[in-house]
């Protein structure tokens, strides 16, 4: 089992920006990768970030890619998503989920087994 509990969302005005974390816990060793999705209300939640472990090969889709960085402190077992640049599009739930051992498409949501609680990101016009 793995636990994940991200921090760091809030309220911030469209061109600012926000840093999420993403702290795991428990059989951390068993995951490939590390992810970040996001989830407005009505809509799929949707792949924005990810990180592979072992060697740092970081993922983005082309909606985010530019302006979110994710980075890791595997000595902290900890993820980061840094959101630069906000809009007011950008506003959602932020989930940090962790993958199986076994990865086939590291951007893909049914490879996350793990889930956060999530962390609200709102930005303001």
């Known amino acids: 089992q793995v636990q994940l509990v991200e921090s760091g969302g809030g309220l911030v005005q469209a061109g600012g920006s926000l840093r999420l974390s993403c702290a795991a816990s428990?059989?951390?060793?068993?995951?490939?990768?590390m992810g970040w999705f996001r989830q407005a209300p009505g809509k799929e939640r949707e792949f924005i970030a990810a990180?592979?472990?072992?060697?740092?090969?970081?993922f983005y889709p082309a909606s985010v890619k530019g302006r979110f960085t994710i980075s890791r402190d595997s000595a902290k077992n900890t993820v980061y998503l840094q959101n630069n640049s906000l809009k007011p599009e950008d506003t959602a739930e932020y989930y940090c989920?962790?993958?199986?051992?076994?990865?086939?498409?590291?951007?893909?949501?049914?490879?996350?087994?793990?889930w956060g609680q999530g962390t609200q990101v709102t930005v303001s016009s």
């Open positions: 990180i592979s472990w072992r060697d740092g090969i970081t």
């Open positions: 428990g059989r951390t060793f068993s995951s490939y990768a």
């Open positions: 989920a962790a993958t199986s051992p076994v990865v086939d498409r590291i951007t893909s949501l049914p490879e996350y087994i793990y």
